[in-house]
């Protein structure tokens, strides 16, 4: 019986033992889930979601630059529908003048307007493009 008693002690040690190397594997094995947790939440909050905003200014960035640059082509256009329709008026003008004199005049005139024309429209030309970039450059702007 003295061998039974001693048997069962040794078995009773023996499961302590695992028992708590169990635990201590347990403990150390939460552990480490808890820093990868907190590894991927540090890298999300660090690189996954700072990538995600850069990608969406990025997008509408190039979208701004997209609808900059149409304004700035339609504009080009009217001006130059502009500039093609006074041009017209004018020789129409001049086709109608009594004497050389009076076609001088009206070409002096038409030269004159259209150089006010052209720098009104070189004007407004830059500030479209001005405000294209300020527009395209917006969203990568940190907010």
């Known amino acids: 019986m003295a061998d039974e008693v001693k048997t069962a002690t ?4 023996s499961t302590a033992k695992t028992s708590k190397a169990a635990d201590a594997a347990k403990a150390a094995t939460d552990r480490m889930r808890e820093g990868a947790e907190t590894a991927r939440g540090a890298f999300t909050d660090k690189v996954v979601e700072p990538a995600k905003r850069a990608g969406e200014a990025m997008k509408e960035s190039g ?7 149409s304004r700035v082509g339609v504009k080009m ?3 130059a529908e502009s500039n093609a329709r006074e041009a017209f008026a004018a ?3 001049a086709a109608r003048a009594k004497d ?3 076609v001088m005049k009206i070409q002096g005139d038409y030269m004159r307007e259209q150089s006010q024309r052209s720098m009104a429209q070189a004007r407004e030309i830059g ?5 294209f970039g300020r527009d395209a450059v917006a969203p990568l702007r940190p907010k």
């Open 77 to 79: 256009i009217d001006q």
């Open 63 to 69: 979208q701004k630059m997209v609808e900059g640059g």
């Open 91 to 93: 020789m129409r003008e």
């Open 100 to 102: 050389l004199s009076e």
């Open 127 to 131: 500030e479209l493009i001005a405000q």
């Open 10 to 13: 040794d078995q009773t040690a």
